[in-house]
């Protein structure tokens, strides 16, 4: 099966910019997240969906993060304006349903680098 | 609420030497605890899990962990290290039905 795919790989923009992420999970994973991972941590979740809604976004800065499911398929992270302690790789998993935690497929990542 | 703690951030070992790498959870339910892999660039690739099953779980690439509640640990074990095992390992602990919660990760070194 193909894998949990993200886009872009790489992405440096200046600070107060804004920018978008977009993650395509596995076919028939209804549980996506998104995870931040500053470098030298471990991930942190930002965000679950359940489907197209959310069910965790207790950790999602909102007054700059934001992230949509639409029709519970791709999803899209967007952040705006982009601060310097938001560089970070944005990990994107997906999983058959939120109870099943054996089987968690991580996305290769999207390294962000705001200057 | 559920922690890890892994204990080194780095840790070095000769090639064919044993590998140990310390984790210690913190859970207020019985945890599912994982231990997951990262490569250069990569994503990350789950290497083994337990989920309250045998206590003695056998994981991809010859590495396993033990579950020792009296311990609250999970430590990951290799008998052999091979220079391909150089990589970034976290352990994470989930309260089964809730998120995974991630430690800060332990870079492995392996020297010829």
């Known amino acids: 099966e193909a894998g949990v795919a993200q886009s872009p790989r790489y992405k440096i923009i200046e600070k107060r910019q804004s920018v978008a992420f977009w993650c395509n999970p596995i076919?028939?994973?209804?549980?996506l997240y998104w995870y931040q991972q500053i470098l030298g941590q471990g991930p942190k979740l930002l965000i679950q969906f359940q489907n197209n809604g959310v069910v965790d976004d207790s950790q999602l800065p909102k007054d700059r993060f934001s992230a949509e499911r639409l029709k519970g398929v791709d999803s899209t992270l967007k952040i705006q304006p982009a601060k310097l302690e938001d560089s970070a790789v944005y990990l994107c998993a997906s999983s058959l349903d939120a109870w099943d935690t054996y089987g968690y497929t991580f996305g290769s990542g999207t390294r962000l680098t705001v200057v | 609420a559920q922690s890890v703690t892994q204990l080194g951030s780095h840790v070095s070992v000769s090639e064919g030497a044993l590998v140990l790498l310390r984790c210690n959870y913190s859970?207020?339910?019985?945890?599912?605890l994982f231990w997951y892999v990262q490569y250069p660039n990569q994503g990350l690739q789950l290497l083994l899990k337990y989920t309250s099953a045998a206590t003695l779980v056998k994981g991809i690439n010859g590495f396993e962990a033990e579950f020792k509640k009296s311990e609250t640990s999970f430590h990951l074990t290799k008998p052999s290290a091979h220079m391909s095992d150089a990589a970034e390992y976290f352990c994470a602990v989930s309260a089964r039905t809730d998120k995974l919660i991630f430690g800060t990760g332990t870079r492995l070194q392996v020297f010829p």
């Open positions: 859970s207020s339910v019985p945890p599912y």
């Open positions: 076919s028939g994973h209804a549980t």
